[in-house]
Antibody
Framework: QLQLQESGPRLVKPSETLSLTCTVS??????????WGWIRQPPGKGLEWIGT???????FYNPSLRSRLTISIDTSKNQFSLRLTSVTAADTAVYYC???????????????WGQGTMVTVSS | QSALTQPASVSGSPGQSITISCTGT?????????VAWYQQHAGKAPKLMIY???SRPSGVSNRFSGSKSGNTASLTISGLQAEDESDYYC??????????FGGGTKLTVL
Protein backbone atom coordinates (compact mmCIF):
# COMPACT_ATOMS: atom_id res chain seq x y z
CA GLN A 1 0.00 0.00 0.00
CA LEU A 2 1.35 3.39 -1.00
CA GLN A 3 2.20 5.68 1.92
CA LEU A 4 3.39 9.28 2.00
CA GLN A 5 4.89 11.06 4.99
CA GLU A 6 5.64 14.75 5.33
CA SER A 7 8.59 15.91 7.41
CA GLY A 8 10.18 19.22 8.27
CA PRO A 9 10.16 22.06 10.79
CA ARG A 10 6.80 22.82 12.40
CA LEU A 11 7.72 26.42 13.23
CA VAL A 12 9.22 28.93 10.79
CA LYS A 13 10.01 32.58 11.42
CA PRO A 14 8.52 35.30 9.20
CA SER A 15 10.66 36.14 6.13
CA GLU A 16 12.47 32.80 6.39
CA THR A 17 12.14 29.70 4.21
CA LEU A 18 9.69 26.84 4.76
CA SER A 19 11.10 23.48 3.70
CA LEU A 20 9.23 20.18 3.72
CA THR A 21 10.02 16.72 2.38
CA CYS A 22 7.61 13.96 1.43
CA THR A 23 8.91 10.40 1.68
CA VAL A 24 7.11 7.81 -0.42
CA SER A 25 6.95 4.14 0.53
CA UNK A 26 5.19 1.26 -1.19
CA UNK A 27 5.63 2.98 -4.54
CA UNK A 28 8.20 4.79 -6.63
CA UNK A 29 8.59 8.49 -7.41
CA UNK A 30 10.41 7.42 -10.58
CA UNK A 31 7.21 5.93 -11.99
CA UNK A 32 6.21 7.45 -15.32
CA UNK A 33 2.55 6.91 -14.45
CA UNK A 34 2.10 9.47 -11.72
CA UNK A 35 2.72 13.03 -10.65
CA TRP A 36 3.39 14.17 -7.09
CA GLY A 37 1.85 17.20 -5.46
CA TRP A 38 1.67 19.54 -2.49
CA ILE A 39 -1.58 20.94 -1.11
CA ARG A 40 -2.10 23.14 1.94
CA GLN A 41 -5.01 24.08 4.20
CA PRO A 42 -4.94 27.12 6.50
CA PRO A 43 -6.68 26.60 9.84
CA GLY A 44 -10.44 26.58 9.36
CA LYS A 45 -10.16 27.18 5.62
CA GLY A 46 -10.29 25.23 2.37
CA LEU A 47 -7.73 23.35 0.33
CA GLU A 48 -5.19 25.21 -1.82
CA TRP A 49 -3.09 23.51 -4.48
CA ILE A 50 0.57 24.49 -4.17
CA GLY A 51 2.21 22.64 -7.02
CA THR A 52 2.97 19.35 -8.73
CA UNK A 53 6.11 17.62 -10.01
CA UNK A 54 6.83 14.75 -12.39
CA UNK A 55 9.64 12.20 -12.01
CA UNK A 56 11.55 14.03 -14.75
CA UNK A 57 11.59 17.21 -12.69
CA UNK A 58 8.92 19.04 -14.67
CA UNK A 59 7.04 21.34 -12.32
CA PHE A 60 3.66 23.06 -12.28
CA TYR A 61 3.07 25.83 -9.74
CA ASN A 62 0.17 27.82 -8.31
CA PRO A 63 0.57 31.23 -9.96
CA SER A 64 0.01 32.99 -6.65
CA LEU A 65 3.02 31.19 -5.12
CA ARG A 66 5.30 30.79 -8.12
CA SER A 67 7.71 33.60 -7.27
CA ARG A 68 8.48 32.05 -3.86
CA LEU A 69 8.13 28.35 -4.63
CA THR A 70 10.44 25.53 -5.60
CA ILE A 71 9.39 21.89 -5.77
CA SER A 72 12.06 19.27 -6.42
CA ILE A 73 12.28 15.49 -6.62
CA ASP A 74 14.96 12.97 -5.63
CA THR A 75 14.00 9.64 -7.11
CA SER A 76 17.06 7.93 -5.59
CA LYS A 77 15.66 8.68 -2.13
CA ASN A 78 12.03 8.28 -3.21
CA GLN A 79 11.30 11.78 -1.98
CA PHE A 80 10.03 15.09 -3.25
CA SER A 81 10.34 18.44 -1.53
CA LEU A 82 8.79 21.86 -1.13
CA ARG A 83 10.63 25.11 -0.52
CA LEU A 84 8.70 28.33 0.07
CA THR A 85 10.66 31.51 0.66
CA SER A 86 9.82 34.77 2.43
CA VAL A 87 7.00 33.25 4.45
CA THR A 88 4.40 35.25 6.36
CA ALA A 89 1.63 34.35 8.77
CA ALA A 90 -0.59 33.72 5.74
CA ASP A 91 1.53 30.64 4.98
CA THR A 92 0.51 29.02 8.27
CA ALA A 93 -1.33 25.84 7.28
CA VAL A 94 -1.47 22.08 7.30
CA TYR A 95 0.73 20.97 4.40
CA TYR A 96 -0.13 17.72 2.61
CA CYS A 97 1.83 15.77 0.04
CA UNK A 98 -0.11 13.53 -2.31
CA UNK A 99 0.10 11.35 -5.42
CA UNK A 100 -1.65 12.59 -8.54
CA UNK A 101 -3.29 9.99 -10.78
CA UNK A 102 -1.66 11.82 -13.65
CA UNK A 103 -3.49 10.29 -16.56
CA UNK A 104 -1.09 12.21 -18.73
CA UNK A 105 -1.78 15.59 -17.14
CA UNK A 106 -0.54 17.11 -13.87
CA UNK A 107 -3.93 17.80 -12.37
CA UNK A 108 -6.21 14.81 -12.52
CA UNK A 109 -6.88 13.81 -8.93
CA UNK A 110 -4.93 13.12 -5.75
CA UNK A 111 -5.57 9.52 -4.76
CA UNK A 112 -3.09 8.98 -1.93
CA TRP A 113 -2.36 11.62 0.71
CA GLY A 114 0.08 12.02 3.56
CA GLN A 115 -1.36 12.66 7.02
CA GLY A 116 -0.39 16.32 6.79
CA THR A 117 1.93 18.44 8.88
CA MET A 118 0.99 21.70 10.59
CA VAL A 119 3.47 24.48 9.89
CA THR A 120 3.19 27.71 11.86
CA VAL A 121 4.85 30.93 10.77
CA SER A 122 5.60 32.99 13.85
CA SER A 123 8.47 34.78 15.53
CA GLN B 1 -6.95 31.85 -10.11
CA SER B 2 -10.28 32.05 -8.25
CA ALA B 3 -11.64 29.07 -6.37
CA LEU B 4 -14.43 27.01 -7.85
CA THR B 5 -17.82 27.91 -6.36
CA GLN B 6 -19.47 25.48 -3.98
CA PRO B 7 -22.37 26.04 -1.56
CA ALA B 8 -21.08 26.61 1.96
CA SER B 9 -23.41 24.02 3.41
CA VAL B 10 -26.00 21.41 2.52
CA SER B 11 -28.03 19.10 4.70
CA GLY B 12 -30.23 16.06 4.43
CA SER B 13 -31.87 13.36 6.49
CA PRO B 14 -30.68 9.76 6.62
CA GLY B 15 -31.79 7.84 3.56
CA GLN B 16 -32.28 10.94 1.44
CA SER B 17 -30.15 12.09 -1.50
CA ILE B 18 -28.24 15.34 -1.68
CA THR B 19 -26.31 17.07 -4.44
CA ILE B 20 -23.37 19.43 -4.09
CA SER B 21 -22.57 21.71 -7.01
CA CYS B 22 -19.20 22.99 -8.15
CA THR B 23 -19.19 25.85 -10.65
CA GLY B 24 -16.21 26.99 -12.63
CA THR B 25 -15.55 28.28 -16.12
CA UNK B 26 -14.83 26.98 -19.60
CA UNK B 27 -11.13 27.15 -18.68
CA UNK B 28 -11.46 24.54 -15.98
CA UNK B 29 -14.59 22.51 -15.15
CA UNK B 30 -16.25 23.15 -18.50
CA UNK B 31 -13.16 22.50 -20.57
CA UNK B 32 -11.90 19.20 -19.19
CA UNK B 33 -13.21 15.95 -17.75
CA UNK B 34 -10.74 16.18 -14.88
CA VAL B 35 -13.04 17.03 -12.01
CA ALA B 36 -12.48 15.32 -8.67
CA TRP B 37 -14.33 15.25 -5.36
CA TYR B 38 -12.83 14.79 -1.91
CA GLN B 39 -14.32 14.00 1.48
CA GLN B 40 -12.54 15.41 4.52
CA HIS B 41 -13.44 14.54 8.07
CA ALA B 42 -12.28 16.92 10.77
CA GLY B 43 -8.57 16.65 11.45
CA LYS B 44 -8.02 14.10 8.69
CA ALA B 45 -6.48 14.15 5.25
CA PRO B 46 -8.88 14.43 2.30
CA LYS B 47 -10.08 11.19 0.70
CA LEU B 48 -10.67 10.90 -3.03
CA MET B 49 -14.30 9.99 -3.73
CA ILE B 50 -14.72 10.75 -7.45
CA TYR B 51 -12.24 11.42 -10.25
CA UNK B 52 -12.55 12.19 -13.94
CA UNK B 53 -16.04 13.64 -13.29
CA UNK B 54 -17.77 10.35 -12.57
CA SER B 55 -15.27 7.55 -11.82
CA ARG B 56 -15.10 6.00 -8.37
CA PRO B 57 -11.84 4.75 -6.87
CA SER B 58 -11.83 1.19 -5.61
CA GLY B 59 -13.45 0.95 -2.19
CA VAL B 60 -15.67 4.03 -2.48
CA SER B 61 -19.36 3.32 -2.00
CA ASN B 62 -21.56 3.42 -5.10
CA ARG B 63 -23.82 5.77 -3.15
CA PHE B 64 -21.41 8.47 -4.36
CA SER B 65 -21.74 9.60 -7.95
CA GLY B 66 -20.49 12.50 -10.04
CA SER B 67 -21.65 14.31 -13.14
CA LYS B 68 -21.04 17.47 -15.13
CA SER B 69 -23.08 19.83 -17.26
CA GLY B 70 -21.37 22.78 -18.89
CA ASN B 71 -19.27 24.62 -16.33
CA THR B 72 -20.90 22.96 -13.32
CA ALA B 73 -19.98 19.61 -11.81
CA SER B 74 -22.07 17.84 -9.20
CA LEU B 75 -21.57 15.26 -6.48
CA THR B 76 -24.62 13.25 -5.48
CA ILE B 77 -24.79 11.14 -2.36
CA SER B 78 -27.74 8.78 -2.21
CA GLY B 79 -29.02 6.88 0.82
CA LEU B 80 -27.46 9.44 3.13
CA GLN B 81 -25.79 7.99 6.21
CA ALA B 82 -24.55 9.60 9.41
CA GLU B 83 -20.96 8.77 8.44
CA ASP B 84 -21.31 10.93 5.32
CA GLU B 85 -21.34 14.07 7.48
CA SER B 86 -18.13 15.78 6.45
CA ASP B 87 -16.60 18.56 4.35
CA TYR B 88 -16.52 18.01 0.59
CA TYR B 89 -14.23 19.69 -1.91
CA CYS B 90 -14.21 19.65 -5.69
CA UNK B 91 -11.16 20.25 -7.84
CA UNK B 92 -10.46 20.71 -11.53
CA UNK B 93 -7.56 20.79 -13.93
CA UNK B 94 -7.25 24.13 -15.71
CA UNK B 95 -6.11 25.41 -19.09
CA UNK B 96 -2.97 26.80 -17.40
CA UNK B 97 -1.89 23.28 -16.36
CA UNK B 98 -2.76 24.05 -12.76
CA UNK B 99 -5.25 22.66 -10.26
CA UNK B 100 -8.01 24.65 -8.63
CA PHE B 101 -10.12 23.64 -5.64
CA GLY B 102 -13.60 24.66 -4.61
CA GLY B 103 -14.17 26.50 -1.35
CA GLY B 104 -15.67 23.44 0.29
CA THR B 105 -19.15 22.37 1.39
CA LYS B 106 -20.11 21.24 4.86
CA LEU B 107 -22.61 18.37 4.73
CA THR B 108 -24.82 17.93 7.76
CA VAL B 109 -26.85 14.78 8.23
CA LEU B 110 -29.90 15.76 10.21
Amino acid sequence: QLQLQESGPRLVKPSETLSLTCTVSGGSTSSTSYYWGWIRQPPGKGLEWIGTIYYSGSTFYNPSLRSRLTISIDTSKNQFSLRLTSVTAADTAVYYCARDLGSGIPGDAFDFWGQGTMVTVSS
Amino acid sequence: QSALTQPASVSGSPGQSITISCTGTSSDVGGYNYVAWYQQHAGKAPKLMIYDVSSRPSGVSNRFSGSKSGNTASLTISGLQAEDESDYYCSSYTSSSTVIFGGGTKLTVL
